[in-house]
């Protein structure tokens, strides 16, 4: 009983932990033609002010699923809006032909998974989720 | 019959799209489905002064309720048809086709949109419908008071970046045929629009955006049935003074092919804790008894984590047309100038109304709105309403 309360605490406070400190990495193939990109280049393509790389390739921005911890930190430090004002902003645009909010594609493996076999798409992951499949172009400490 | 032309017009349009679409849905299955939907209700302070907003009874009504659907479909290689279905509560969940149109992607920023379109009359006019979308139940009345939303016919939309700004610009040209209830009793009166032309443009950086449309239209709205004293309808006055050598008074009454414009310009703010919104509209329909409308609002609200509370103040200030131009000054022609005017005049709006509203966001796609409107109507007198809404995208 004592071992389990132990481990119950030591997982909590792991998982305030990685909440709080855990580093979002925004991820494009590592083919892409460019090394890094300004905190305003991610936001435009992820609420779809702007369709492509500002190199000139089209970009295809996929999220991560709805309450992700990553998504959540993406949204708030990248986007300015908290789930619901992301929600609501994309509504205008849908519901008008204006526009198509980026694909729910998973977690950060489902992410990393597409973007490593997709010149074309932007995602974000976790920071130790990062591996030589993708190239990181932007960190959210 | 001019009633069945109407309808069949409507359907067998939202039908030919519908069909358009049902081959992408057995081929490929690229198929977006997306929804939103409001559920509310309100009352009245009281029940012996003006309706407003749709509420007219103490007790509250559970009767503003709202469920659309919105699919669109990938028809050919950078072609796609959308399709908006909606059904409303006080149409008895008929289902209409809000919007029916193909679009064609004619380059990265760039398309082309034939079908039936929603007029980009105002700046909130493309989601009008989703409650979800905006901080109050409903846009402010005084100014989102046209009656048609729609139009059939084409436009182009193009987004560019111009410096550091962010641009839209759009242009449309069609027309619509619809059906009024003028005086309020069930009887539907024809209207519509043709040569029916617009523009719609917008800067913004961040979070702001500045926005003006204009638009103009041939405009009939068959006024005929509408009651007035003595000779029971305007129809009937109409040929009254059309019998009496006044055909060009007649003219000034009625809205018969008459050239009207709307103007719009606005600017929204969104800083995140911040909102703010304002719109001012002029609307004028030359030689018909129809005023002049000069209606505008300014709205600010503060977020406090998932909720957001607002004040709006709104204002119509109409001036009245004159149907009675022309006709020399004289005793005996006293009694018709006044008749005239009486009719002008009945058709102005002069009011004021400030609304208070919170909205809630319960979770991420569904939230729940208060809102108070106090209505202060030079004419018609004082009313308050109280009215909630559950609103909702999925």
């Not at chain 1, 996929?62 to 986007?79: L, M």
């Not at chain 1, 849908?94 to 694909?103: A, D, I, L, Y």
């Not at chain 2, 359907?11 to 081929?27: F, G, R, W």
Request: net charge negative.
């Amino acid at each position: 009983m004592k071992n389990y309360i132990r481990l119950l605490a030591a997982t909590l406070t792991l998982s305030i932990a990685s909440v709080t400190w855990a580093e979002v990495a925004v991820i494009v193939h590592p083919s892409a033609g460019f090394d890094s990109l300004s905190e305003e280049d991610v936001a435009r393509l992820f609420l779809g002010k702007s369709k492509s790389f500002p190199a000139g390739a089209q970009a295809v921005p996929i999220n991560q699923t709805e309450g992700a911890a990553a998504r959540d930190k993406f949204n708030e430090a990248i986007c300015k809006k908290n789930a619901s004002q992301y929600k609501a902003y994309w509504s205008q645009l849908v519901f008008t032909g204006k526009g198509t909010p980026p694909k729910d594609a998973g977690d950060d493996a489902a992410v990393k998974t597409l973007v490593a076999a997709n010149p074309n798409m932007i995602g974000y992951i976790d920071s130790s989720a990062v591996d030589a499949s993708v190239k990181v172009v932007y960190k959210i400490p | 019959m001019k009633k069945m032309n109407f309808l069949r017009k409507k359907h067998s349009l939202a039908l030919a799209i519908a069909l358009c679409m049902a081959v992408p849905v057995t081929q490929a299955g690229d198929l977006n489905l997306s929804g939103f939907l409001s559920v509310g209700g309100g009352m009245v302070d009281d029940e012996n002064s003006l309706s407003y907003g749709g509420y007219d009874e103490e007790d509250f009504t559970f009767d503003d309720n709202l469920l659309g659907i919105q699919i669109s479909g990938t028809v050919a290689e950078k072609v796609t048809a959308t399709v908006q279905l909606t059904a409303r509560s006080e149409n008895d969940y008929q289902v209409e086709a809000e919007w029916a149109y193909l679009s064609w992607q004619a380059t990265e920023n760039s398309k082309v949109r034939a079908g039936r379109l929603r007029t980009p009359f105002y700046m909130y006019s493309d989601f009008l419908d989703v409650g979800y979308a905006y901080a109050w139940i409903s846009p402010p009345r005084e100014v989102y008071y046209l009656p048609f939303n729609n139009v059939d016919g084409v436009d182009f939309y193009t987004t560019a970046t111009l410096g550091i700004f962010d641009t839209s610009f759009q242009a449309y040209f069609g027309g619509f045929d619809d059906e009024l209830d003028l005086n309020g009793d069930g009887i539907m009166e024809g209207a519509k629009t043709r040569n029916q032309m617009g523009l719609a443009g917008t800067l913004g950086k961040d979070w702001w955006t500045l926005r003006a449309a204009y638009h103009q239209a041939d405009l009939w709205v068959d006024v005929t049935s509408v009651a007035m004293p003595v000779f029971g309808t305007l129809g009937g006055f109409a040929d009254a003074l059309a019998s009496n050598g006044l055909q060009d008074n007649a003219n000034k009454l009625l809205v018969d092919d008459d050239s009207a414009t709307f103007a719009e310009v606005g600017l929204n703010i969104d800083t995140g804790r911040f909102v703010a919104a304002a719109e001012y509209v002029e609307f004028e329909a030359e030689d018909s008894l129809l005023s002049k409308n000069k209606r505008g609002y300014v709205m600010g609200g503060v977020r406090f984590g998932d909720w957001l509370v607002h004040l709006t103040a709104s204002q119509s200030r109409d001036e009245e047309s004159h149907p009675e131009e022309g006709i020399p000054v004289a005793p005996q022609t006293a009694p018709i100038i006044g008749a005239l005017q009486a009719v002008a005049v009945s058709q102005v709006v002069e009011r004021d109304v400030i609304t208070i509203g919170t909205r809630w966001d319960v979770t991420t796609g569904t939230a729940l709105k208060f809102q108070i409107d106090d209505v202060d109507d030079k004419n018609q007198g004082d009313q308050k309403v109280f009215s909630v809404a559950l609103q909702a995208v999925f």
